[in-house]
C-alpha cells in the first residue's frame, strides 16, 4: 500500500481551481444543516431523553478536543495529523455524488478539510447503513493523475507518476481513510428545491476506512481552511463567503440548521461585528478568532493566553464542539466570577452546574464575548442549558490544550465567514426563521 499523508498544515497556498469556477457566477444557495439529535438525524435515538442527548453531547466535546491534546496517542502521530479531528462533529449534510448523482449523508466537519465516502469495492469498509458509492456507476468520475498538482499538495508518494493519486488520513483517534483521490459533480440541494452542482470536486473515493465512523455516516465533508475543503475548493464560485444559522439547542425538533453560500451568506444590517480571521499557517485547518476578554455582569476578564506569546488569546471557532473550552487558568477565573453572580448549590457534574427546582427560573448573569473588535453578546441558552429537571449548567468548560469557541454559544446567531476580508461576523438572529 503506498504511503500517501494528506498533510493538511504544511499545504501551499493553493486555491484548487478544478472546481466550479464556471458554475454559479456571484448567486447564492442555502442548504440544510441537520443536527445529529434532530429527528432527521440518522443518529437520532428516539429512546433517549433530551437530558441524556445534551450529556452526550458535552461527554463529546471532551472527546473532541482530546484529538488536538499533545500527550495523546496522537504525539507520535505527524503534529499534521494530530490537528485532525475526529469524532466529526455535530451535524450532517445531505450532498449527491456523480452523475447520476448518488445520494449520501456525511458528517459536516469544520475541523477537518477532505472530503470523502466510502467506495466500492471495498477492501476494509466500516459498517454502514445507506448502500455504497460506485464510481464505475458514475459517468464524470475520474482518478486525478499522480503527476497532478493537485495530488502533490497532498505529498501523496505514488508508486509511479501515471498511477492513480493515492490519498490517506489518519485522523487523532487513529480512524483512517485511504484511497483514490478523485474528480467528480458534488450537488448539494439548495433549500429552494433546486439542486447546485459543481463539477470536477475534488473527493476520496476511500476504500479502506476503518475506526470509530459509525454506520449512519457515508463519510465526512471538510469545511475547514484547507485546500481540499468543500469551502476552499467552492471558493472562487462563492465569492469566499459561507454562514450557518444554529438553532438553539432546544429548538430542533422540527427544524433544520442552516448552512449558506455565496449572496446567501452575507451578513449586514445593524446588529452585526465582525473579528478577524486571523491566520495560523500550520493550521490552516482551523478558523482561529483573537479573544480578548469575557465579561460576567460588571467583570471584564481578560485572556492572556500563557501559550500565546503576544499575550493575545487564539481560539478556534468550531461547529463540531458543543461546549467552550478555554485554556484551564482563564476558565478558572470565569468560574469564579460566575459562581459569585449565580451563588447557588453546585452539583458535583462536569462541566459547572448549579441546582435548580424544577418551578424555578434560573438568572443567568450576562456574558458578553470580547473578539477583537466584536463583542458579542450572549443570550441565556448561549451559556446555560438546563440538562434535567433540577439541573442548569454552565455551556463552558476548561482546556488542557487550545480554546474552542462551541456550537451552542453560535446558536441564536448568523455566523458569517469571509475568506477573502478574512473575517468572520456574527448577527443576533432568530435561526428557526432564517
Ligand atoms: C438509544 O438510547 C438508549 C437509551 O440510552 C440506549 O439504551 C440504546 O442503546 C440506544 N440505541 C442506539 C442504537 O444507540
Known amino acids: 500500500m503506498a504511503e500517501a499523508t494528506i498533510s493538511i498544515a504544511f499545504a501551499l497556498v493553493f486555491l484548487v481551481c478544478a472546481s466550479a469556477a464556471s458554475g454559479r457566477g456571484r448567486g447564492g444557495f442555502t442548504i440544510d444543516l441537520i443536527h445529529r439529535d434532530s429527528p432527521r438525524s440518522p443518529f437520532y435515538n428516539s429512546s433517549e431523553t433530551p ?7 458535552f461527554r463529546r466535546s471532551f472527546d473532541r478536543l482530546n484529538h488536538f491534546n ?35 449523508k456525511a458528517v459536516a466537519d469544520t ?10 469495492p471495498c477492501t476494509h469498509c466500516y459498517p454502514q447503513n445507506d448502500p455504497l458509492f460506485d464510481p464505475t456507476k458514475s459517468s464524470t468520475y475520474r482518478t486525478i493523475p499522480c503527476s497532478s498538482n493537485q495530488c502533490n499538495t497532498l505529498r501523496s508518494s505514488c508508486s509511479s507518476q501515471d498511477s492513480a493519486c493515492q490519498y490517506q488520513v489518519r ?5 483512517h481513510t485511504i484511497g483514490d483521490y478523485a474528480a467528480d459533480t458534488v450537488t448539494l440541494a439548495s433549500t429552494t428545491g433546486t439542486s447546485v452542482p459543481f463539477p470536477n470536486t475534488l473527493i476520496g473515493c476511500g476504500h479502506d476506512n476503518d475506526g470509530t465512523f459509525r454506520p449512519q455516516g457515508s463519510g ?4 475547514g481552511g484547507g485546500d481540499e475543503s468543500l469551502i476552499s475548493q467552492l471558493a472562487p464560485s462563492i ?8 438553532l438553539p439547542y432546544s429548538s430542533q425538533e422540527d427544524q433544520t440548521s442552516k448552512l449558506s453560500f455565496g449572496n446567501n451568506a452575507v451578513v449586514s444590517g445593524s446588529g452585526v461585528v465582525s473579528t478577524p480571521i486571523v491566520p495560523d499557517q500550520f493550521r490552516k485547518t ?9 465579561s460576567v455582569d460588571d467583570t471584564k476578564i481578560p485572556f492572556s493566553s500563557s501559550s500565546s506569546a503576544s499575550g493575545q488569546g487564539k481560539i478556534v471557532i468550531d461547529s463540531g464542539t458543543t461546549l467552550t473550552l478555554l485554556e484551564q487558568s482563564f476558565y478558572s477565573e470565569l468560574e469564579d466570577a460566575v459562581n459569585k453572580v449565580v451563588g447557588r448549590e453546585r452539583l458535583r457534574e462536569m462541566p459547572l452546574c448549579y441546582k435548580v427546582s424544577a418551578s424555578e427560573d434560573f438568572k443567568a448573569p450576562n456574558i458578553i464575548v470580547h473578539f477583537s473588535g466584536a463583542d458579542v453578546k450572549l443570550e441565556p441558552y448561549n451559556a446555560f442549558v438546563r440538562v434535567s429537571q433540577e439541573a442548569v449548567c454552565f455551556a463552558f468548560a476548561p482546556s488542557d490544550t487550545i480554546s474552542i469557541y462551541g456550537n451552542l454559544a453560535q446558536s441564536g446567531f448568523l455566523v458569517g465567514y469571509d475568506l477573502k476580508g478574512k473575517t468572520v461576523s456574527f448577527k443576533p438572529t432568530d435561526c428557526t426563521k432564517f
Request: hydrophobic share 35%; aromatic share 12%.
Open 70 to 104: 499533545p500527550s495523546s496517542e496522537a504525539a507520535q502521530l505527524d503534529q499534521a495529523e494530530s490537528t485532525i479531528i475526529n469524532n466529526g462533529g455535530e451535524y450532517l449534510m445531505e450532498l449527491s455524488i456523480g452523475t447520476p448523482p448518488f445520494p449520501i
Open 220 to 223: 465526512i465533508v471538510g469545511l
Open 51 to 57: 437530558s441524556q442527548r445534551l450529556k452526550n453531547a
Open 111 to 120: 475541523g477537518s478539510d477532505l472530503i470523502w465516502t466510502q467506495c466500492n
Open 286 to 294: 482551523f478558523f482561529f478568532l483573537n479573544l480578548e476578554a469575557i
Open 171 to 175: 485522523y487523532g483517534d487513529g480512524s
Open 239 to 246: 465569492d469566499g463567503k459561507f454562514s450557518y444559522c444554529l
